[in-house]
DNA sequence: TGTACATCAGTGAACGCGCGTTCACTGATGTAC
DNA sequence: TGTACATCAGTGAACGCGCGTTCACTGATGTAC
């Protein structure tokens, strides 16, 4: 039974990877069970196999893509303010802003998580906290707890222009509106604390 | 037959003023047809002898929140710096957060317009042109379309900062990054303008 | 090694329900003469 | 002023469809002896 458990927790994997760009592209309201488990090559029924409810797979693949966007962009960037940098010209790109379900999770959901179950805004929560201590880390090396704050208001300055930017339909407008976001970003970076 | 049309203009009105509410607390998705007419004291059935489809709807009352967002809250600021932090510190108070459905129909509902049909996210570009004027008449009255890229940034930040505090499950931390994107917003209306 | 049985992942039809939309109809209010 | 008719806003049942969820079942793979 080993094998089978094995592949059990592969096809499970997968089902979490597809479901969090199919939510990213279609929204949660938007993505149906038949859906999700058809992009992972299954049927419908087989979600309670794996999962008690929609819900739970939805708090589980936010939390999984949370999870990715720190592993994959966060934790590979430079210490300190370089990596930092790094990360919004790279947030910035139109590339993240037109390849939607390969983006970021926070761009993509965070108005639908804000309405969702307390599951999902807890899991969102948990990975948000991780990935700002991964810019609080690198904002004040010497004392990140005392940057939370600050990583928050990145993160939501982050998300929020570049949904902005997706729903612009003058495509000029949303393209300096990326350059802007990058200034912003690295205006507050740079920025002695306001009071 | 007077009377009766003024009688219907005004029923519209109401349709629309409460697909409004109902949108930015239910979400485009989560709110359906019946429910919207009965919001306004009407049967779904109704609904298209206003509108040609829910589409429709959902894009006027999309294109109503944001003028009713720039005639209450944009227009009515002072002119000059003095006015934008005004309107930032109304934006960041915890009752701007607390009461989705009085609130900015860009934090409610950024991410699923930029996911919505060409007509919806034309009359929210149309809306937030408008928006950004009046930002922009305030950063720089001597030539505000200057400043339309550096209003345009002030705007997605201010709508993505409040969804993270509304997403968050950690009330204090949200708490802290509602004064931290007040701190955000005067420091990017102060600054000299990074390159 | 061969056979009987247990366990497994996955299927897909069916459940009740709400979706967006259509349309024959109601009843109140207006106009015509 | 009274009566016949037109126009109006709104109703609510019905359409086909997709939703989330349940469950009896299949067939492949494992274990027992």
Redesign the interface.
């Known amino acids: 039974m080993r094998y089978a458990k094995e592949h059990k927790q592969e096809t499970k994997q997968r089902i979490i990877a597809m479901a969090g760009r199919r939510l990213k ?3 949660i ?2 993505s149906g069970v038949a859906t999700l488990m058809k992009d992972a090559g299954l049927t419908n029924g087989t979600l309670y196999a794996y999962f008690a409810s929609k819900d739970e797979l939805v708090a589980t693949a936010v939390a999984d893509q949370m999870r990715a966007q720190h592993e994959n962009i966060v934790a590979q960037a430079a210490p300190g303010r370089a990596g930092l940098e790094q990360i919004v010209r790279w947030y910035f790109s139109p590339e993240q802003r037109d390849s ?1 379900e390969d983006g970021c999770p ?10 969702s179950t ?1 599951s999902t ?2 899991a ?2 948990d990975g ?1 906290l991780v990935l700002i201590d991964g810019f609080a880390a690198r904002l004040a090396p010497h004392d990140p707890p005392s940057a ?3 990583a ?2 990145l ?16 495509r000029q ?1 949303a393209d ?2 990326l ?3 990058i ?2 970003a ?3 970076l ?2 002695e ?3």
């Open positions: 592209s279609n929204g309201d938007g939607i926070n761009a993509a959901l965070l108005d639908e998580i804000a309405r307390d805004r807890q969102y929560t948000a939370r704050p600050k928050l208001g993160l939501g300055m982050l998300a929020g222009t570049m949904q902005l930017s997706r729903a612009l339909t003058d407008l300096q509106l350059e802007q976001g200034r912003n690295l205006t507050l740079d920025a604390q306001h009071n």
